[in-house]
C-alpha cells in the first residue's frame, strides 16, 4: 500500500493536533504571562518557558516525520557503487522530460526538461568519497511548501547539539588527545568548570546550551564510556553552578570534546555563527538551493569550478556564480550564470548541512521505481570509510588545514548520521553494498548492520529469530565486470568463493545463522551498472561474450553463491541485461519488505507522550478558584499514591525503591544550591541583593524544576524498566503528586523552615575549601532527600498507623510514614485565599479543546 495509508493519515492528524496544542500554549504564554509576572500572580516560571520551546520543537518535528514515509537506504564502504546504483534507479522513462523536480510544468530554474542526476548533480570525485551529507529522494507531496517554488531543493542543517555530536565524534575517532584529561573524573570535570567559570562568569546559566552540552556529553559516553565515565547529573550539576557566557561554554565544550584544539575551536564558531544564521522560528534549520548547487554541496573535492562537456543544463557552473540571500524566512543558495562576486564558504556550509532533500516525479521513472518511491523514500547514506593507511596511519595531532579539519567533519559524520537514522527507525530496508576488494571497514560494517537489525526486528530476534521470508537486509555485490574483464583467463568459481567468503567473515553470525542456528543469509544479489564500471552489450560482443557466458556459469557452480544467494540464475540473468543489471529485482524485494509498523508505533507512542507532557506542564499554570476544591483535588491526589503504594504488598520493596530514585536528588543535583554562596551575585545597577534574599528565588527554582521536570522524568525512567514493580501508578497521577509537593515547600508557612535550614550549610565557613565544598554538597543532599521522603519538613514523631511488618517487612515504618503526612502534606500546599491571574479562564478553554483537563 502507497504512502499515507488509513493508520500513518490518522499519525498526522495527531502529531499536527499536538503542534496545535504547542503553538497554542506558546501564544497563550506571549500573551499573558507579562502581565502575571508584572503583578506577581503565578507567574510561568523561565524553566517552563524553556520546555514549552523544546515541546514545541520535538512536536514539530514529529509533525514533519509523520508526513515522510518509511524509506529504504543505500549504504556500504566507500567507492561501492552506490552513487551509480542511485544514477540508474534515477533514469527516466523517456530521454525528454527528467524524473527530477516538483513541477515539471515550472520551467526553469524549479524543473530542467534535460536535468540528469549522474551528468548535473553527482560530482566526479575520483577516488574520493563525497561529502558526508544524506541524500534523500522523495515526492514533492513530503517535502514542505516554501515562498520559493524555483528553488526545489531542500537542504536540512544541523542544530547546535548535532553539530557538537558531529565534531565530537569525528575526533574520537580522528584525533588523539594531548591536552586534556583521557578520562573526564568528576574531580577533572570540576576543575576545568572552574577555571573557564572565572575566565568566562556570566550572570545567567543558558538552558540552551546546558541541554545541548548534556545532550552532546551524553551521546560520548555511549560512544567511550571510557573516556566519559562521570554520570550526567554531575556535568548538569556543574553547568547549574557554574553560569558562563557564550565563549565559556564554547570553552567548556572544546575542552570537553575536541582537546581545546583551536582550530577545530575556530571551525565550530564559524559553523555554528551560520546555524545562527538560517535559524527560522518558522520553520526546521534548512536553507533552499538551485539545481546548480546540488553538486558543490556533494563535492569532497569542494572544486570551485564544475566543468561537464556532456551536460545539457550545466556544463560550467562557477561557485562565484553561487550566492546565498534570504527569502522571507529562508535563505536560499541562488544561481546566476555569469554573475560573479559570491564570497561563500563552500566548507562551512557543507560542515553544516544534514540531508540533502531531492523532489522526484515518479511518472517519469521506470514502472519498477515509479512503485517504489510512491511507497517510501529512498536514502542513499554516506559510506563507511577506512582508518587511515599508509603515511597517515595513527591518529592526528594536529588540523590545522582546511582539508584536515573536514576530515574530522566527514569521520563524525558518517558516524553519526547512520546511527541517527537507524535510532529513528527512518530506515526500514536495507540495501548494503560490496566490491571485491573493499571490505577494509569489517569492523565498523558489522556494527551498523547489527545496530540496524536490532533496531528493525528488535534485540532479541535479530538475526536468528528473524523469520521474513524476503528479509529487510540486501546485499549487493558491485565491481562483477572487473574481476576479469581486462584478464585472459576466464572468471571461475573460486573467484566468487573468496568475495562471499570475505563478506561472510566480515558480517559472522548475520551471514551463517540468519533465521536459525547453521541457517545462512540468502539474500544476496550480483549487480551491474552497464555502461559504466561494467560493460554493455556492445561491449561484451566486442570483447567476447565467452568470457561473461563462463563467468555466469562459474557464478552458478560457486558454493558459496548457491549458499548465500537464493535463484542465482534468475539474479545473474537480470544483472546481464543493460536495461536493468539487477535493479528490478531489488525493486521488487524494497516494495515486499518495507513496512512502516515500526516507525507508526514509535510516532504515535512519542506523539502522545509529547501531547500528555504539554498538557501536564501547562495543567500547572491553572489556579483553581475555590480553595476547598482545591484542597480536596490535593487530598485524592493523596489517596491515589497511597493505595496503589498499599496495593501489591510483594511489590512494596520496588515501588518504594521507584519513589526513592524518582523523588530523590542524585550527586550534582543539588550543586546549585549547596555551592550557592560561592557563585556570583549578578551584576546590575546598585549593590547586589544579599545571598538570602537572592536565595529565595533559586530555591523556588529548584523546587519547581524538580517538581515539573526532572522527577517525572525520572519516574518514567525507572518505570520502563522495571515492569515487575506494575501496575505503576500513573505518569499524570505521579506529576500531579510532584507538583502538589512543591506546592507544600514553596508555601508561605513551610518555605521558611526549608530556606533556614539549607541556609545553615549553605552558609558553613571552614577554612579548608575542599572540606567546606564536599560538607555542604553531602548534607544539602541528605537535607534534601529527607524533605522528599520524610515527606515535609516536620520533624514530630508519629503514631503509629497501617502498615505492619507482616505486610510490608522492613518497608512497614516508610509507608506507616507516608500514610500519615502524605494527605496533610499535600493539602497544606493549597492557600487560604486565592487570587486568579491573568488567562487563567482562557487557559482552561484551550486546554479543554485538547482533552480532559483534571
Known amino acids: 500500500m502507497g504512502f499515507p495509508d488509513d493508520r500513518d493519515r490518522n499519525i498526522i492528524r495527531l502529531a499536527e493536533v499536538t503542534e496545535d496544542l ?43 516525520s509523520a508526513k515522510v514515509p518509511v524509506a529504504a537506504a543505500v549504504y556500504g564502504p566507500s567507492q561501492v557503487g552506490k552513487s551509480l546504483f542511485v544514477g540508474r534507479l534515477l533514469l527516466p522513462s523517456s530521454g525528454d522530460y527528467s524524473p527530477l523536480g516538483r513541477d515539471e510544468q515550472s520551467g526553469m530554474p524549479a524543473y530542467y526538461q534535460h536535468l540528469s542526476f549522474d551528468t548535473d548533480l553527482n560530482p566526479q570525485s575520483g577516488s574520493n568519497e563525497a561529502t558526508a551529507l544524506v541524500t534523500r529522494f522523495t515526492t ?95 556535568l548538569n550539576g556543574l553547568l547549574t553552578r557554574y553560569p558562563m557566557s557564550e565563549e565559556g561554554y564554547i570553552a567548556v565544550a572544546a575542552a570537553l570534546f575536541w582537546d581545546n584544539w583551536a582550530s577545530l575551536t575556530g571551525m565550530f564558531m564559524r559553523v555554528n555563527a551560520f546555524l545562527q544564521k538560517i535559524e527560522s522560528p518558522e520553520h526546521d534549520p534548512a536553507i533552499l538551493t538551485h539545481w546548480a548547487g546540488v553538486r558543490y554541496l556533494l563535492d569532497s573535492q569542494r572544486a570551485k569550478v564544475h566543468e561537464r562537456r556532456n551536460s545539457r543544463c550545466f556544463p560550467r557552473v562557477d561557485w562565484a556564480d553561487l550566492k546565498l540571500k534570504q527569502e522571507m524566512s529562508w535563505y536560499v543558495l541562488d544561481y546566476t550564470e555569469g554573475r560573479g562576486g559570491g564570497r561563500e564558504d563552500l566548507e562551512t556550509i557543507q560542515a553544516a548541512m544534514l540531508e540533502l532533500v531531492i523532489p522526484i516525479l515518479p511518472h517519469r521513472l521506470s514502472e519498477d521505481w515509479r512503485k517504489v518511491i510512491e511507497q517510501i523514500d529512498i536514502l542513499d547514506i554516506p559510506g563507511m570509510r577506512a582508518g587511515r593507511q599508509g603515511a597517515e596511519q595513527g591518529k592526528r595531532n594536529a588540523a590545522e588545514t582546511t582539508e584536515e579539519q573536514m576530515e574530522i567533519v566527514k569521520r563524525g559524520k558518517v558516524a553519526y548520521l547512520f546511527e541517527r537514522y537507524v535510532d529513528e527507525l527512518l530506515i526500514q530496508t536495507l540495501l548494503l553494498l560490496a566490491r571485491g576488494g573493499n571490505l ?27 523469520r521474513d521470508e524476503f528479509p529487510a537486509l540486501f546485499l549487493g555485490l558491485t ?75 562459474a557464478f552458478i557452480a560457486s558454493k558459496s553463491v548457491q549458499e548465500y544467494c537464493a535463484n542465482a540464475s534468475e539474479k545473474w540473468a537480470a544483472a546481464m541485461r543493460d536495461d536493468d543489471g539487477g535493479m528490478s529485482l531489488i525493486a521488487e524485494g524494497w516494495r515486499q519488505t518495507t513496512t512502516a509498523e515500526r516507525k507508526q508505533s514509535m510516532l504515535e507512542a512519542q ?85 538570602e534574599n537572592r536565595f529565595n528565588g533559586q530555591l523556588e527554582e529548584f523546587f519547581h524544576e524538580w517538581a515539573t521536570q526532572s522527577s517525572p522524568k525520572k519516574w518514567d525512567e525507572f518505570t520502563s524498566k522495571h515492569p515487575e514493580g506494575g501496575p505503576w501508578l500513573g505518569d499524570e497521577d505521579f506529576a500531579q503528586f510532584t507538583r502538589y509537593m512543591r506546592d507544600y515547600f514553596c508555601h508561605e508557612k513551610h518555605f521558611p523552615q526549608v530556606k533556614e535550614r539549607l541556609l545553615k550549610v549553605v552558609n ?84 479543554e479543546q485538547y482533552g480532559e483537563l483534571k
Request: proline share 5%; charged share 30%; with cysteine.
Open 22 to 64: 504547542a503553538t497554542d500554549l506558546a501564544h497563550w504564554v506571549a500573551e499573558y504571562n507579562p502581565e502575571r509576572v508584572e503583578r506577581d500572580l503565578a507567574p510561568i516560571a523561565s524553566s517552563d518557558e524553556f520546555e514549552l520551546t523544546r515541546l514545541r520543537r520535538m512536536a514539530n518535528n514529529l509533525f514533519s
Open 140 to 234: 514533492k507531496d513530503r517535502i514542505a511548501q516554501s515562498p520559493a517554488p524555483e528553488y526545489p531543493v531542500m537542504v536540512r542543517a544541523l542544530t547546535r547539539a548535532q553539530w557538537l555530536r558531529v565534531l565530537a565524534r569525528g575526533f574520537l575517532v580522528e584525533c588523539g588527545k594531548t591536552q586534556t584529561p583521557d578520562i573526564w573524573s568528576a574531580a577533572e570535570l570540576e576543575q576545568m568548570f572552574e577555571e573557564n567559570g572565572r575566565r568566562y562568569a556570566g550572570t545567567t546559566v543558558d538552558r540552551g546550551w546546558r541541554m545541548d552540552l548534556l545532550d552532546a556529553y551524553s551521546y560520548m559516553k555511549d560512544c567511550d564510556r571510557r573516556g566519559f565515565p562521570t554520570e550526567e547529573s554531575i
Open 607 to 691: 506523539v502522545t507522550e509529547i501531547q500528555r507532557r504539554l498538557l501536564q506542564l501547562s495543567r500547572g499554570w491553572v489556579v483553581s478558584g475555590d480553595s476547598n476544591i482545591d484542597r480536596r483535588q490535593r487530598v485524592q491526589c493523596a489517596k491515589r499514591v497511597l493505595d496503589w503504594l498499599n496495593a501489591n504488598p510483594q511489590a512494596i520493596y520496588v515501588r518504594v525503591r521507584a519513589l526513592e530514585k524518582s523523588l530523590g536528588f542524585d550527586e550534582g543535583d543539588q550543586w546549585r544550591l549547596s555551592d550557592f554562596a560561592d557563585i556570583p551575585a549578578r551584576t546590575s545597577v546598585g549593590r547586589p541583593d544579599s545571598l
Open 440 to 466: 577494509e571497514v569489517t569492523a565498523q560494517m558489522k556494527f551498523h548492520i547489527d545496530k540496524w537489525g536490532k533496531a528493525r526486528y528488535g534485540n532479541d530476534v535479530w538475526p536468528r529469530k528473524v
Open 479 to 553: 565491481g562483477i565486470d572487473e574481476e576479469f574483464r581486462n584478464r585472459d583467463e576466464y572468471a571461475d568459481s573460486m573467484l566468487y568463493e573468496a568475495r562471499l567468503s570475505q563478506l561472510a567473515d566480515a558480517l559472522g553470525d548475520v551471514m551463517q545463522e540468519f533465521g536459525g542456528k547453521s541457517k545462512s543469509f540468502s539474500n544476496v544479489y550480483p549487480l551491474r551498472y552497464p555502461g559504466t564500471w561494467d560493460t554493455d552489450e556492445k561491449q561484451r560482443e566486442k570483447a567476447g561474450k565467452d568470457k561473461w557466458e563462463k563467468a555466469g556459469n
Open 764 to 847: 558553613l565557613k571552614l577554612r579548608d575549601e575542599a572540606a567546606k565544598r564536599r560538607a555542604r554538597r553531602q548534607y544539602v543532599r541528605i537535607m534534601l532527600n529527607d524533605f522528599v521522603m520524610n515527606p515535609g519538613v516536620s520533624d514530630e514523631p508519629l503514631d503509629e498507623v497501617e502498615g505492619d511488618s507482616d505486610q510490608f517487612g522492613l518497608m512497614a515504618p516508610f509507608v506507616s510514614r507516608w500514610m500519615s503526612r502524605l494527605p496533610e502534606v499535600l493539602a497544606a500546599g493549597a492557600g487560604a485565599e486565592i487570587h486568579i491571574p491573568p488567562g487563567n479562564d482562557e487557559l482552561t478553554e484551550l486546554l
